[in-house]
């Protein structure tokens, strides 16, 4: 079945400092890939996606790698700030009109200021 | 204006009621999802419903009974709630297809006692 692995569930980075976190999918039927942000007590929400035909995609701070071969995608963030301090998830959907979307367990990600 | 709002926010009930959870989405969109995220941050897909009709249901419970009376609107029904039901229960919609971003309502934070 679908599974969406993500690595690591905790983080720790100092302020400045660039944070990575990696997911691996198991279906290869899967064409989008978001990441989302949830802050404490708050609802996840949408922070970048990447579609099945582009490999890499950035905004501003933040940046995802897709490598459709070996089914991993990344969240890179850069210049890390104390409000980047979150719970992150990966997701990876199957699209038609049965869309799923599944979602990695979740990496808590901590800036040391 | 709120895209996806769910109600209530807060629900403290005892062992063995029954509770219902109510959703509903402004955005047009045609799927809706129920998500289950327990005290270590996993959000797991329950349900989701495409233009009224169940599409997915990941081995929850039949405790558990969505209903959709519209496209817009998409509750929650528990019955006999266990103090293994505690949890927050976040509502989602997307547009069917494979890259379309999923809208979170606030979620619901069930607490069972």
């Known amino acids: 079945g679908e599974n969406v692995e993500q690595h690591p569930s905790t983080l720790s980075v100092q302020e400045g400092d660039s944070a990575v976190i990696k997911c691996t999918y198991s279906?290869?039927?899967?064409?989008?890939f978001p990441w989302y942000k949830q802050e404490l007590g708050k609802r996840p929400q949408l922070i970048i996606d990447?579609?099945?035909?582009?490999g890499e995609k950035k905004d501003q701070r933040i940046a995802v790698t897709l490598n459709k071969t070996a089914k991993h995608f990344s969240l890179h963030i850069t210049e890390t700030q104390p409000e980047d301090s979150a719970v992150y998830f990966c997701?990876?959907?199957?699209?038609?009109?049965?869309?799923?979307?599944?979602f990695g367990s979740g990496t808590r990600l901590s800036i040391r200021p | 204006d709120t895209a996806v709002s769910q109600t209530p926010k807060y629900l403290v009930t005892q062992m063995g009621n029954d509770k219902s959870i109510k959703c509903e989405q402004n955005?047009?969109?045609?799927?809706m999802y129920w998500y289950k995220q327990d005290s270590k941050k996993f959000l797991k897909i329950m349900f989701s419903?495409?233009?009224?009709?169940?599409?997915i249901n990941e081995t929850v419970p039949n405790r558990f009974s969505p209903k959709s009376p519209d496209k817009a609107h998409l509750n929650l029904h528990i019955n006999s709630l266990e103090l293994g039901d505690s949890a927050v229960y976040f509502c989602?919609?997307?547009?069917?297809?494979?890259?379309?971003?999923?809208?979170f309502g606030q979620g619901t934070r069930l607490t069972v006692v």
């Open positions: 989602a919609s997307s547009q069917p297809g494979s890259d379309t971003e999923a809208f």
């Open positions: 279906d290869s039927a899967s064409n989008y």
């Open positions: 990447i579609r099945s035909n582009v």
């Open positions: 997701a990876a959907t199957i699209g038609g009109s049965a869309s799923k979307i599944i």
């Open positions: 955005l047009g969109h045609d799927t």
């Open positions: 419903y495409n233009n009224k009709e169940l599409i």
